[in-house]
Structures are given as C-alpha cells and as structure tokens.
C-alpha cells in the first residue's frame, strides 16, 4: 500500500458491504482454490465494496497457518487492488496476529481487523492496553472487531474513547447485536475520530446503523446475495428510503437461515450451506460443525428460492 492511498480518510477507503468471505475448502481441509476463484468473483461482480477474510464466517481462528497466508495471498492476488481486502488477524497471541498482519501486508491487504484475545478473561483497562499494543505493532490499519459471542467481552463506551487515541486504529465492526451500544459507540467514534470508517455486523441492523451514522456492513448473507445487499447500501446513500425498505424486506428472508444448525456458530452453517448450493463452493467445514441434515437442507433451498435463486447458479 504506497503513501498515496494511506492518506486516504479511512472512511472513504473503507464503506459499503464487505462481506466476510467464507472459506472454501477441499474435503481433506485444504485450501479449494477453483472455487475461491468463483467465490471472489461473484462477490466481488456481484458489486461489493471490499472483501473481509479470515473472519467469523470465514473460519478464521480455526485454520491452520498455512492455509491462513495462501487464502491471504491467493485472495489478494484474485482482487488485484479492485477493491478493498480486510484481514482477520484474531488470535489469543499477540504475537500471532503480529506475524498473520505482516503477512497481509507484504501480500496487498488494505487493513487488518481483530477481535479481543480470547481464552483468558480481561477486563476493560485490559482490553484497551491489548488493542493498543496490537494496534502500534502491525504494519496496517486496524479496525477493532467486537464479537463479545465469541470472545465473551464487549468493549464499553469508555473503552472504545480510549481506542480513539490510537491513530493506527481507524474504525470497527460491532456485531454485539446491541443497537443502542453500536449508537453510542458510533457518537463517541464520530465525535472523537470524525475520518473512522464504522461498520455493522448484523445484516438486519443496517438501514439502523446507517441512520445514526454509520458506514456500512459487514454481512454474512452478502456470501449469498452481494446484489442485493450493495444495492440496499447504494439506496441508503441515495436516500430512497421506499427501496431500502423494500431490499431490506428481501433481505431479512434470510434471517431463519442463520438458526439452522440448532448449535452455537449456526450461522456459519447455515451461510456456507447456501454457498455450496449456488454451486461456488463445497459443504467442508474447518470448524466442528454438524452438516444439516435433509429438512434444513430443504429449508435452505426455499430461502434461496424466495430470493429468486435455483441451486447450482449464483444469486442476483
């Protein structure tokens, strides 16, 4: 990344939906490289305004190393600077995320993202001294990432005024399901660091998160409709509100599909399972997740269908 586009305001280089990318993989767990080729290209055709990887639905935290840096790599290189690559760099070892950033950077990412180390419990003075640390460490921009269901905190107001002193980092993600808490992080974040670019997690929150202030989403159904959900985005931008209720109605007809696997981290299922569907990818999982058996498998067709979309072809 040269000094040109570094003095770009965060905001402006990183907006819109950036969805996060699942990880395709190989029956024997390694990388399936034909169809990230076709998972990033429907992404990216389907007019998404960045691509993050290695994160929650990317299964991130539990890929080996290896298949961390050639997804990093092979990603990148798939991009080729059309748009934005964020980089999940979640580990309970500072040093880890330290070695994954470097490697994002020496491939072309544009950002890292990390959530709160995980396993040991912390505080909030602790979580604030982590993130700073982190944050003058790597040789990107970082945006903080609270995700309290998997790491089991959530960052307080406070906390997040503190990280605003952090010039390395330039944003977050907040995926805490709490509205109110993502309003006030937003007004301290707008207040304190005007040029943060701030995103949401959950999908349904995005004509909300908007409203008061925010720069887009980071939505686990874009793997499944990027169309549709960059054209909610480019509708809030516009204004026309009759047409973001409209696409917003479409889009939460994939609400049911993140409760299927009935087991903690279902999205996830439920996500890639659609994915494989549309025929970009397999049904492999990196994590230790059940397969849904042939009633939710049956669900996941009529989702897909109310969207407009027959198995083995890519959704508009």
């Known amino acids: 990344m040269n000094a040109a586009t570094r003095s770009v305001a965060p905001r402006d280089r990183f ?19 034909d169809a990230l080729e076709r998972l990033v290209s429907h992404l990216v055709d389907g007019g998404v305004h960045g691509l993050f990887i290695l994160g929650s639905c990317g299964e991130g935290p539990v890929l080996s190393p290896n298949i961390q840096r050639e997804l990093i790599s092979r990603t990148t290189a798939l991009v080729a600077g059309r748009i934005p690559v964020l980089v999940g760099i979640t580990d309970a070892c500072v040093a880890e995320s330290v070695a994954l950033a470097g490697h994002a950077a020496d491939a072309g990412a544009d950002a890292v993202v990390a959530a709160a ?54 944003g977050f993600k907040d995926s805490s399901f709490d509205l109110p808490l993502f309003e006030q992080l937003t007004a301290i974040g707008r207040a ?48 026309r509100n009759d047409l973001v209720a409209s696409l917003h109605e479409r889009a939460n007809l994939l609400q049911p599909l993140y409760a299927l696997g009935g087991q ?28 849904l058996g042939d009633a939710p498998r049956g669900q996941v067709r009529e989702i897909l269908t109310s969207l407009g979309c027959t198995p083995g072809s890519a959704i508009a």
Not at 15 to 33: A, F, N, R
Not at 130 to 138: F, G, I, P, R, S
Not at 207 to 216: E, F, L, R
Not at 266 to 271: K, N, P, T, W, Y
């Open 15 to 33: 907006h819109g939906i950036i969805p996060p990318m699942v990880t395709p993989l190989t029956e024997d767990l390694t990388l399936d490289v």
């Open 192 to 239: 304190e660091r005007p040029e943060w670019a701030i995103f949401v997690g959950p999908e349904e929150f995005l004509p909300a998160a908007h409203a008061c202030g925010g720069d887009g989403a980071i939505p686990g159904g874009a793997n499944i409709a990027p169309q549709l959900f960059a054209a909610m985005y480019d509708a809030l931008v516009e204004g």
């Open 117 to 170: 180390p995980f396993y040991f419990p912390i505080s909030q003075p602790q979580l604030a001294q982590w993130a700073e640390q982190l944050a003058t460490k790597v040789p990107l921009p970082m945006l903080f990432y609270n995700m309290p269901a998997m790491v089991k905190i959530s960052i307080e107001p406070e906390t997040m005024r503190r990280l605003c002193q952090c010039p390395n980092i330039v």
């Open 264 to 291: 903690p981290g279902s999205f996830i299922v439920g996500i890639k399972t659609a994915v494989a569907m549309l025929g970009l990818c397999g049904e492999t999982f990196a994590g230790e997740f059940a397969a």
